[in-house]
C-alpha cells in the first residue's frame, strides 16, 4: 500500500529542458560564425559532461559550460559582449516564469489529502527552490529534497530518514535514470511519465520496460493508484 | 538545557573566504592593466551583490560575478583565455583541500557522545556537500542541511522539522549575521566565533554583544557548556 508519493520537479511537474534547448539553439547561433551547428552541440555537450563533477546540474554550471566552449570554438576570440550575452541568458533562465505542466496542479491537489507528497529534485538548490515557489505548487509538498544525484544511495537514505517502508514508497518522474530504476532497486515503486524534451544525459538504453508502469501525463496517476496499489480496506470491499 | 548544537561549516569548521580572498587577488592582478586594484574590488563587490538574488552564494556565482565584472571594467576587451583563467579559478576552488580548523576534530569528537550535532550551511548544495565529505567530518553530523539563506524563516522550519524545542538549540558560528542574530530572535542559544577573514557582506554594525557568547575557539565550547548551560543533573549536584 503506497503512503508517500515522491515527485521529480523539472519535466514532470513543469518544463525545464526546453528552456535548455532553446538556451543552446541561441549558443549554436551565436557560435555559428565559427562551426557547425552539430560541432558546436557536440562540444557543448562534452564540455558539461567535463563540467558534471566540478561544477554539477543547474542554470550556473551550463552557463559555465557555454563560455568555455564558447572560448574554445572560437579559439579566445570570442568577444566579451558575446560572453556577457550567455551570462545574461542563465540569468534570463533563472528568472523564467514556471508554469505547472497540464493536469499537474489538478492531480496534486487530488492526491495530497489521501497520501503525503514529497518533491525529489537534483540541480541548484537556490534555484530549485526559487522554482517551486515561482510554480505556486509549493503547498503540496511538505517534504522537498534537493539531492545532488537521485542515484540508489540518496533515496535510500530519503526512505530513511523519514522513516518510510520501501513498499509504501512511489516515484513519479520523467527520467528513466534517475526516477525509476533506482528507486525499483530500493524495493519501491515508481512511475515513468515520459517527456519529450529529456536531456539526452538522462536516456537509458535496454530498459525493461515490464518492471515499471508508463502513464502519458500526471491526471492519470489516480486511476493507476486505485487499480493497481489499492489501500487493504479496498480488498475487503 | 542545550540538546542539539548545530554549527555553520565554511570558516567556522574549516577556512572558506581566505580562497575567496586569493581568488579576487588573482582577479585583480588579471585586471590590473585596466584599472586600479581599488576600483576593481569595488566594481566585483557590487557585481556580487546584484548578482546574490540571481546566483546565490558559492563558488560558481562568484566565477560569474568575476567574469561580468571583467567585461565592465575592460570594456569588453578582456581576452577569452583570461575568462578561461576565472572559470579555472573557479574549478581549483572547488576542488582544494578542506583542513579542518585547530581544535574543530577533536571538539566534535568530545561532544558528540552528549550532543545531536546538526550542520547548518548556505551555498552551493554540491560544493557544500562535496567540502563536508573532504573534510573528514561527515560522520559528526547525522544532520546536514543546506539552506539557501540562514534568517529567521529558515531557523524556524528546521527547529520545527526536527521536532526541537528552541531552548535546547545552540547554534555556533563565525557570522553574527547568519549565525547568531536569526537564532536568537527565536528564543534558541548562539555562540560566536569570529574568523578573521569574515566576508564583509556578513558584518553588522551595532551588535549588543553581551547577547551572546563569543568564544575565541571551538576547543573552548565544552567548558562553556559546562559553565553556562549546564545539564539539569549538575544543578542537583
Not at 24 to 45: C, P, T, V
Not at 77 to 101: K, N, S, T, W, Y
Not at 179 to 193: E, S, Y
Request: charged share 25%; proline share 5%.
Amino acid at each position: 500500500m503506497i503512503r508517500t508519493i515522491a515527485f521529480d520537479a523539472d519535466d514532470t511537474l513543469w518544463p525545464n529542458e526546453r528552456h535548455f534547448r532553446s538556451a543552446e539553439a541561441f549558443f549554436r547561433d551565436l557560435m555559428s560564425a565559427y562551426h557547425d551547428a552539430e560541432w558546436i552541440q557536440e562540444r557543448l555537450f562534452a564540455t558539461e559532461m567535463r563540467n558534471l563533477a566540478h561544477f554539477g546540474y543547474g542554470v550556473k554550471s551550463f552557463v559555465l559550460s557555454m563560455i568555455e566552449t564558447a572560448i574554445e570554438l572560437s579559439e579566445g576570440q570570442i568577444q566579451g559582449r558575446d560572453i556577457q550575452r550567455l551570462v545574461d541568458l542563465g540569468r534570463d533562465m533563472l528568472a523564467h516564469p514556471v508554469e505547472p505542466l497540464p493536469h499537474v496542479q489538478a492531480a496534486l491537489a487530488e492526491l495530497q489529502s489521501d497520501y503525503r507528497l514529497m518533491l525529489i529534485t537534483k540541480g541548484d538548490l537556490l534555484d530549485q527552490r526559487a522554482k517551486l515557489a515561482r510554480s505556486g505548487l509549493d503547498a503540496y509538498f511538505p517534504i522537498v529534497e534537493v539531492v545532488p544525484e537521485k542515484d540508489v544511495p540518496t533515496y535510500r537514505d530519503i526512505i530513511q530518514r523519514h522513516g518510510l517502508a520501501p513498499e509504501t514508497f512511489l516515484m513519479v518522474g520523467n527520467s528513466v535514470k534517475s526516477d525509476i530504476l533506482p528507486v525499483l532497486a530500493l524495493g519501491a515503486r515508481a512511475v515513468h511519465i515520459p517527456c519529450p524534451d529529456t536531456w539526452i544525459y538522462e536516456h537509458v538504453d535496454d530498459v525493461d520496460a515490464t518492471a515499471f508502469a508508463t502513464l502519458e501525463h500526471l491526471g492519470l496517476l489516480k486511476a493507476w493508484l486505485e487499480k493497481e496499489a489499492a489501500p487493504p480496506q479496498s480488498a475487503q470491499n
